[in-house]
């Protein structure tokens, strides 16, 4: 009889103990609120269902808390339902257009536009049917009354309204006299055919004046990838459709053309990778510490490139522009390693320093023209080559010339398209850090493919959700080693006045940026560059 008592207490001891190390991490979890059992499928608007995983006990020094628990989330429903892409081709040339455009939907039915694709704005906005003040663009004007998916932003206390005080409005000013200015709207935005990604609900700016340089441009408006709640980028990360990355690939001198991948994508082998600071800069900075030529280092200070806006890499811009000492060093030692005759540039406006004899077979450049790396934070190095910083001399043949130039006074070191030229850039917003990848972008395309899908199709992958990028062939030029609305009031404006040397006196500004408060008050933000001169 005792001993079937202590049979029995010494039973509930062990169902007591069991009980407890079950509770544990549900109390442990509980009192940091990370449960995974709190993520319900309506936790984030329009994210996949959450899926339901068992609890385990994680230490209180867990590193998981490093992180914003809505990253965290967006994480778990990865691994069972993966996000879609939005895949998309790169059409125009760099320096004939002075940009690259790509093709997007908007409405019900369809409505199609040819966007400029730029990483400095971030409104998205196309010419509105009522618009009294806008040029002859590319494709007809945005008709809002023939989309049945149309809504106007109503007016509220976030935004600029109209007279009538009906909708909210944006406008964006630019130095050089340029601006835009509409009503916000929302509809239903498709990516085209070669995208897995299904039409997303998004605010768009429906313009309604334009003038200067957007009056005149042949492509119909903006497609804005910057950090800002008016962005599509960050429109469809909030809905949980992509992940926090995008990754643009411009094709190389010869050949225009490319891809745009808006979500994240499998990272290619040795992607060279630079860090990106949000605080330190709401555009998307990179911590460039020097730059050799030949393998010599300039005789700078890594300061140098971190005066005012820091280092920023911008789509919208077409060339580069370094701080006064950056580029006399840069350019004096371009020079000093070039052996070829130097002649006048094609505009007699500018003082272009170009050079003559080097032929027009862009895969012979590298003999005539040294190889330039540029250093970032980490130690890690990108290489340039020859069409990194040169452009075709449009009058002479077998001529070219620096595409990098002064930044008048300013401290802000500004990159152009014509850095990323046959490089994939991945802006992976989610890690803050931009990689970059040696590849021809014009081959890029064609090597992506659907399952699938007939051989003319572009863009292909193993599933409907996931891609693998192969090697494409490399570009000529790269050596074979290489692998692979009323009007609001401004509250701050920043400008930026890239310039380029005139014929005399004082140097003649090539283009500027004026960076100015959103029309939704979040933050500043960099609003569409233009240009002073669109072709070469």
Same mark, same amino acid.
């Given at each position: 009889?005792?001993?079937?008592?202590?049979?029995?207490?010494? $039973?509930?001891?062990?169902?007591?103990?069991?009980?407890?190390?079950?509770?544990?991490?549900?109390?442990?979890?509980?009192?940091?609120?990370?449960?995974?059992?709190?993520?319900?499928?309506?936790?984030?608007?329009?994210?996949?269902?959450?899926?339901?995983?068992?609890?385990?006990?994680?230490?209180?020094?867990?590193? !998981?808390?490093?992180?914003?628990?809505?990253?965290? !989330?967006?994480?778990?429903?990865?691994?069972?339902?993966?996000?879609?892409?939005?895949?998309?081709?790169?059409?125009?040339?760099?320096?004939?257009?002075?940009?690259?455009?790509?093709? *997007?939907?908007?409405?019900?039915?369809?409505?199609?536009?040819?966007?400029?694709?730029?990483?400095?704005?971030?409104?998205?906005?196309?010419?509105?049917?009522?618009?009294?003040?806008?040029?002859?663009?590319?494709?007809?004007?945005?008709?809002?009354?023939?989309?049945?998916?149309?809504?106007?932003?109503?007016?509220?206390?976030?935004?600029?309204?109209?007279?009538?005080?009906?909708?909210?409005?944006?406008?964006?000013?630019?130095?050089?006299?340029?601006?835009?200015?509409?009503?916000?709207?929302?509809?239903?935005?498709?990516?085209?055919?070669?995208?897995?990604?299904?039409?997303?609900?998004?605010?768009?700016?429906?313009?309604?004046?334009?003038?200067?340089?957007?009056?005149?441009?042949?492509?119909?408006?903006?497609?804005?990838?910057?950090?800002?709640?008016?962005?599509?980028?960050?429109?469809?990360?909030?809905?949980?459709?992509?992940?926090?990355?995008?990754?643009?690939?411009?094709?190389?001198?010869?050949?225009?053309?490319?891809?745009?991948?808006?979500?994240?994508?499998?990272?290619?082998?040795?992607?060279?990778?630079?860090?990106?600071?949000?605080?330190?800069?709401?555009?998307?900075?990179?911590?460039?510490?020097?730059?050799?030529?030949?393998?010599?280092?300039?005789?700078?200070?890594?300061?140098?490139?971190?005066?005012?806006?820091?280092?920023?890499?911008?789509?919208?811009?077409?060339?580069?522009?370094?701080?006064?000492?950056?580029?006399?060093?840069?350019?004096?030692?371009?020079?000093?390693?070039?052996?070829?005759?130097?002649?006048?540039?094609?505009?007699?406006?500018? !003082?272009?320093?170009?050079?003559?004899?080097?032929?027009?077979?862009?895969?012979?450049?590298?003999?005539?023209?040294?190889?330039?790396?540029?250093?970032?934070?980490?130690?890690?190095?990108?290489?340039?080559?020859?069409?990194?910083?040169?452009?075709?001399?449009?009058?002479?043949?077998?001529?070219?010339? *620096?595409?990098?130039?002064?930044?008048?006074?300013?401290?802000?070191?500004?990159?152009?398209?014509?850095?990323?030229?046959?490089?994939?850039?991945?802006?992976? !917003?989610?890690?803050?850090?931009?990689?970059?990848?040696?590849?021809?972008?014009?081959?890029?395309?064609?090597?992506?493919?659907?399952?699938? $899908?007939?051989?003319?199709?572009?863009?292909?992958?193993?599933?409907?959700?996931?891609?693998?990028?192969?090697?494409?062939?490399?570009?000529?030029?790269?050596?074979?080693?290489?692998?692979?609305?009323?009007?609001?009031?401004?509250?701050?404006?920043?400008?930026?006045?890239?310039?380029?040397?005139?014929?005399?006196?004082?140097?003649?500004?090539?283009?500027?940026?004026?960076?100015?408060?959103?029309?939704?008050?979040?933050?500043?933000?960099?609003?569409?560059?233009?240009? $002073?001169?669109?072709?070469?």
């Amino acid at each position: 009889m005792e001993a079937s008592k202590e049979i029995e207490k010494m $039973a509930f001891a062990v169902s007591l103990l069991l009980a407890s190390l079950f509770l544990l991490p549900v109390a442990a979890e509980a009192a940091y609120g990370e449960s995974e059992s709190q993520i319900s499928p309506g936790s984030i608007a329009g994210t996949p269902a959450a899926m339901v995983l068992p609890l385990f006990f994680s230490p209180l020094n867990t590193t !998981r808390r490093s992180f914003p628990i809505h990253s965290h !989330r967006r994480e778990l429903q990865g691994k069972s339902s993966p996000l879609a892409n939005a895949r998309m081709r790169l059409y125009d040339d760099l320096l004939t257009n002075g940009y690259y455009t790509t093709r *997007l939907m908007i409405g019900t039915p369809p409505q199609e536009f040819a966007l400029i694709v730029d990483t400095g704005s971030t409104v998205t906005y196309v010419p509105c049917s009522s618009c009294e003040q806008c040029g002859n663009h590319q494709d007809p004007r945005f008709q809002p009354d023939m989309s049945s998916t149309y809504e106007p932003v109503r007016c509220n206390t976030a935004c600029t309204c109209d007279v009538g005080d009906k909708q909210c409005t944006y406008e964006r000013q630019y130095a050089e006299m340029s601006s835009s200015s509409g009503l916000l709207g929302e509809d239903l935005v498709s990516f085209g055919i070669e995208s897995d990604l299904e039409p997303q609900r998004a605010v768009f700016g429906c313009e309604t004046s334009e003038t200067g340089d957007l009056f005149n441009q042949h492509a119909d408006g903006i497609m804005g990838l910057g950090r800002g709640q008016l962005s599509i980028m960050d429109q469809l990360v909030q809905k949980g459709v992509i992940s926090d990355s995008f990754s643009l690939c411009y094709g190389g001198m010869d050949i225009g053309g490319g891809a745009i991948v808006l979500g994240g994508i499998p990272l290619p082998p040795d992607v060279v990778f630079a860090r990106s600071d949000p605080i330190r800069s709401p555009y998307y900075n990179i911590e460039l510490k020097g730059m050799l030529i030949s393998g010599k280092k300039l005789d700078l200070s890594p300061n140098v490139f971190d005066g005012k806006h820091g280092t920023v890499l911008d789509s919208g811009t077409t060339f580069a522009y370094l701080p006064k000492e950056a580029f006399i060093a840069f350019r004096d030692s371009i020079k000093d390693k070039i052996l070829l005759k130097q002649i006048p540039g094609p505009d007699p406006n500018y !003082r272009d320093i170009c050079f003559f004899g080097a032929g027009s077979d862009v895969s012979q450049l590298s003999k005539f023209f040294p190889e330039v790396d540029m250093l970032f934070g980490d130690g890690q190095k990108l290489k340039l080559y020859p069409e990194n910083y040169l452009f075709r001399h449009s009058k002479v043949h077998g001529a070219y010339c *620096l595409g990098v130039f002064q930044n008048g006074n300013d401290l802000t070191t500004l990159l152009g398209g014509i850095i990323a030229r046959n490089t994939l850039v991945i802006y992976d !917003r989610r890690n803050e850090r931009i990689g970059f990848w040696k590849t021809n972008c014009s081959e890029l395309w064609k090597r992506l493919q659907f399952n699938g $899908a007939p051989s003319p199709a572009p863009l292909a992958f193993e599933n409907s959700h996931t891609f693998e990028i192969s090697s494409p062939t490399l570009s000529p030029s790269q050596p074979q080693n290489y692998s692979l609305p009323v009007r609001k009031l401004i509250k701050e404006r920043h400008v930026v006045t890239p310039v380029r040397e005139g014929p005399a006196g004082p140097a003649q500004p090539s283009r500027s940026t004026i960076w100015e408060e959103s029309s939704l008050r979040v933050g500043l933000v960099k609003p569409i560059i233009t240009y $002073a001169r669109r072709a070469i």
